[in-house]
C-alpha cells in the first residue's frame, strides 16, 4: 500500500513539474489570443527564453539573470510579433511560424558561436540554476501516515517557478474576470471596434497583451533550462509550445479548463516515461517510440473528436483598422 502511494506521488509530483512549461505557455496564449492576437510563435519564444536564460546563467553564474535574459528575449520577440501584425496588419499565422523558425535556426547557431559545445550551452552547476524551495518540518511531518509523503513529495522541494505558476493561474483567473484591464481585454478580442469607439487603443491594448506572453513565454523557457534541466540544447522545447496551444483550445480560452488540459499532457508525459522498458501483461515490452507518442496521440484525439465545438474570440487573428 505505501509502495503504490508513494509510485502515485511520484508520478504526480513528475506531472506537477512536467505541466509548469505548459501551464506557462498556455496561459501566455489565453491572454494575446482573448485579446485577438493568435501567436503561434509561442514555441519560438519559449525557446529562446530558455537558451538566453542559459546562457546568461552561464557566462554570469546568476541564475537571476538568466530569468531577467529569457523575459527579455520572450518580449522582445512579442514584440517583433505585434509590430508586423498589429502596427502593419501582417497575417498572425505566419509571422507566428516565422518566429518558431527563426529561433529553431539561431538558438543552437549562437550556442555553437559563444560557446562551442555543438549547439548547446555548457552544463550549468547548481549555483546558476533556479532554487528548489525547501519548506521547514520535513523530518516533523514526514512520520505522519499518508501526509508525510504528501507533503515530501508534492509541497516541499519544488522549484521557485512552479509556486510562480501556480501565483500566476490564480492571478490570471482574476485579472481576466474581475478587473478592468480583462474586461477591457476580452472586449477586444470580441468587438475591437467598440473598444474604440469607447475611446480606449485598440492597438495599445493588444500591445499589453503580447507583453504578458512574452514574460510568460520567457518564464517558461527559462524554467526549462535553468530550473528542470541544466543548460541549453537544441530543440529542447520539443513541441512544447504547440501543447499549450491546443490545451489552450481544449480549455476555450478558459484558465480553469486550461489548466486541467496541461495537466492532463503533463500526466500522459510523465506516465510515458514510466512506461519505457516495463513489459505490460499479455502484451510485453512496447517500443520506446511507441511510449513516446502517448502524448501527441492524446493531443489529436481531444482535438479531433472529445472537445467539442471551441469557439475562439470572434476577432482572434483578424487585424483592426480603424475607419476613417
Not at 477586444?188 to 485598440?202: F, Q, R, Y
Not at 537544441?234 to 488540459?261: C, H, Q, S, V
Not at 484525439?301 to 469557439?311: D, E, S, T, Y
Request: glycine letters at 12%.
Amino acid at each position: 500500500m505505501e509502495d503504490a502511494l508513494l509510485l502515485a506521488l511520484q508520478l504526480l509530483g513528475a506531472t506537477v513539474r512536467l505541466a509548469t512549461p505548459l501551464v506557462l505557455a498556455a496561459f501566455a496564449g489565453i491572454y494575446c489570443e482573448r485579446a485577438g492576437v493568435v501567436d503561434i510563435g509561442l514555441e519560438g519564444k519559449m525557446l529562446a527564453g530558455a537558451f538566453f536564460a542559459a546562457a546568461a546563467a552561464s557566462a554570469t553564474g546568476s541564475p537571476w539573470l538568466g530569468l531577467l535574459a529569457a523575459v527579455a528575449a520572450g518580449v522582445a520577440l512579442a514584440l517583433v510579433h505585434g509590430f508586423a501584425c498589429i502596427t502593419h496588419n501582417g497575417n498572425q499565422v505566419v509571422s507566428g511560424m516565422a518566429i518558431n523558425i527563426l529561433v529553431a535556426g539561431l538558438a543552437p547557431t549562437l550556442a555553437y558561436a559563444w560557446f562551442h559545445y555543438g549547439g548547446q550551452t555548457p552544463l550549468l552547476p547548481s549555483s546558476a540554476r533556479l532554487p528548489q524551495i525547501d519548506l521547514p518540518g520535513v523530518e516533523a511531518v514526514g512520520a505522519v501516515p499518508v501526509l508525510g509523503p504528501v507533503y515530501r513529495e508534492l509541497i516541499t522541494g519544488n522549484n521557485l517557478l512552479i509556486w510562480m505558476t501556480l501565483v500566476i493561474v490564480l492571478a490570471t483567473q482574476w485579472v481576466l474576470f474581475r478587473s478592468r484591464f480583462g474586461l477591457r481585454l476580452r472586449a477586444v478580442g470580441e468587438n475591437p471596434a467598440a473598444v474604440d469607439t469607447a475611446g480606449l487603443s485598440v492597438t495599445r491594448l493588444r500591445y499589453q497583451a503580447l507583453m504578458i506572453t512574452g514574460v510568460l513565454t520567457g518564464l517558461a523557457g527559462a524554467y526549462l533550462s535553468t530550473g528542470h534541466g541544466a543548460g541549453f540544447v537544441r530543440d529542447m522545447t520539443a513541441g512544447k509550445g504547440y501543447l499549450a496551444l491546443a490545451a489552450l483550445i481544449f480549455g476555450k480560452w478558459r484558465p480553469g479548463p486550461t489548466l486541467f488540459a496541461c495537466l492532463l499532457f503533463a500526466f500522459t508525459d510523465a506516465l510515458q516515461a514510466r512506461l519505457q522498458g516495463v513489459p505490460l501483461p499479455g502484451i510485453g515490452v512496447i517500443p520506446v517510440q511507441f511510449i513516446q507518442m502517448l502524448p501527441y496521440v492524446l493531443t489529436v484525439l481531444l482535438l479531433a473528436g472529445f472537445v467539442g465545438k471551441a469557439v475562439a474570440p470572434r476577432a482572434s487573428g483578424i487585424p483592426y483598422v480603424k475607419e476613417r
